[in-house]
């Protein structure tokens, strides 16, 4: 007879080999792909995880980082997923401060119009139209303030819940001290909005570095392109050449997983902040 | 008074007209443009009424093939994806070693791009791809497809993978609504006798209700939205077989019908709204 610490310990580990087992449905598609960019054309064009038969090689990296398109796409996405990021968290949070703090009809209204962005889908036709009569179609700045308008329907919401549950004790006690709004805003009120700007932050930064949609409409110019419009640029010329694919494509995942790791717990929480509440 | 003094409106002005200009406007000048002629061809743009949405719903057109397939992928992938995030969720609510480090390979493919992922199952979906490998490796040779390019599976891979994607991204909600539960209840539960259904029906169950709800309105949003991954997998083929709105709207835009590509894109922002806010009525815990 087992005692029932045994059976428990016997349960952990049991649960744990088979959590692996059923992991290898998520990581078998990533060996593939990470296996085959070390392969010869000849050897990935099966596309499986067995051994090379023209032993690894490095070709494929050297191949597709030659030209450096692919590193200036990297830096045209690190610059769009941050500027995005910085415009979206700076203004998003400034509203809901207000809109929070002053709950008035108004306000009330511009936050319903938020809230509405996190169902509907953006019409990016007519929004090139708008970019277009600023003069900012196909440019960095563009692109950067529409993915800034994706980002705000979700970090306002997030900052609407969160700027709440601060009291206004603290901004009475800075306004008998003399500040003004920007600097109560900026210098006191901001910083104590960290966690949630973090998890924010991430979370618009991963869908903006990921977004496929709006370089396709919004960026012609192909020394502008990000990285996710890169890789299917390259996946279009170079069809059968499966080697070189797999390494754009773990080239393009690289920053983002990096990402992921580092982030992770910030991540899982605000994704399940919205779930509590329903 | 005082409130007005402080929080000045001026402060809500950066994000107002960001979002007012690049996403408001854009929805209400797609509605207009909806009814209009405006293609590449001529300068001129003519109001043509609702010409536009009736060629949607023209049966000798593909768009009520897309619309079909827009439903039957955001039902079919919110059942599965709730149904496998829930199963993994309860089998992650309980403790064992590496746990933190598995939960995060579930969760790794909500960070990567939906196009990149399709661009991965490709292969993997290929004729000798590695699940058709896998298949004959274990003796199912008979079931081996070309997936992707047989009609009868096409669309049924499409929503598998959309799936694969998302699991994580349930499970991670559901765990937060599990781990909202006090261990106590289980316990009191089981001195009185109560087996594992009854715990779940009357424990677990009311529980998980806020992160179902969350998951399904989450699920239906992103389902009815679907792009990347479909251009990615098949870029609407064969045929017209796994075309969705998205596709269509991007389409219809590459050949310069913009008064119909705009029709289409309005169309999928009020079946959107319509299906959320029902979804959210149907489901969401009534207030006690």
Known sequence: MLTMAQK????????????????????????VIVVNSFKTTRDSAMMNLEWPRDGWVLSNYAEVLDGGQIVRSFFNSLLIASGCVLVCMVVTAMAMFVIRRRKSKL????????????IAPVNYITALQILKALHL????????????????????????????????????????????????????????????????????????????????????????????LMVYNYWGVMQQEWGKICAVIVLTLIPILIVYIAMQKHIIAGMTSGAVKG | MYKKQIYRSWFTMPAFIIYF???????????????????????????VGLRNYLEIFNP????????????????????????????LALFFNRKFRTQNLMRGVYFMPYAISSLIIGMIFTSILAPDGILNEGLRAIGLDAITKSWLTNRSTVLGAVIAVEIWKSIGLNMVIFLAGLQMIDKEYYEAAQLDGANAMAQFRYITWPFLRPSITTNVILNIIHGLKVFDIVMALTNGGPG?????????????????????????????????????????????????
């Open chain 1, 107 to 118: 306000h009330r209204v511009i936050f319903y119009m938020f809230f509405a962005g996190l």
């Open chain 2, 21 to 47: 200009l690049l996403f408001i406007i854009p929805v209400i000048f797609g509605i207009g443009y909806s009814l209009t002629n405006w293609n590449a061809m001529s300068s001129e743009i003519k109001f």
């Open chain 1, 137 to 228: 179609n196909g440019t960095y700045f563009g692109t950067i303030l529409t993915y800034a308008a994706l980002g705000i329907p979700f970090a306002a919401f997030m900052y609407y819940n969160f700027i709440g549950t601060i009291p206004t004790e603290i901004d009475e006690s800075a306004i008998i001290d003399g500040t003004n709004i920007s600097q109560l805003f900026f210098q006191v009120i901001f910083p104590l909005l960290k966690p949630v700007t973090v998890t924010v932050a991430t979370l618009t930064f991963i869908s903006a570095w990921n977004d496929f949609v709006s370089p396709l409409y919004l960026l012609n110019s192909s020394s502008k392109w990000t990285m996710v």
């Open chain 2, 240 to 288: 017209n077989t796994t075309q969705v709105i998205s596709t269509f709207v991007f389409k219809t835009y590459g050949m310069g019908a913009y008064g119909l590509s705009n029709a289409l894109s309005t169309f999928i922002s009020i079946l959107t709204m319509l299906i959320a806010l029902a979804a959210l009525k149907l489901i969401a815990p009534k207030e006690a």
């Open chain 1, 8 to 31: 428990r310990k016997r349960n952990a580990i049991l649960s744990a080999v088979i959590g692996w087992i059923l992991s290898l449905i998520i990581l078998v598609p990533f060996a």
């Open chain 2, 60 to 87: 000798d057109n593909a768009y009520l093939l897309a619309i079909k397939n827009t439903l039957v992928f955001t039902v079919y992938a919110s059942v599965g994806k709730i149904v496998v995030g829930l199963a």
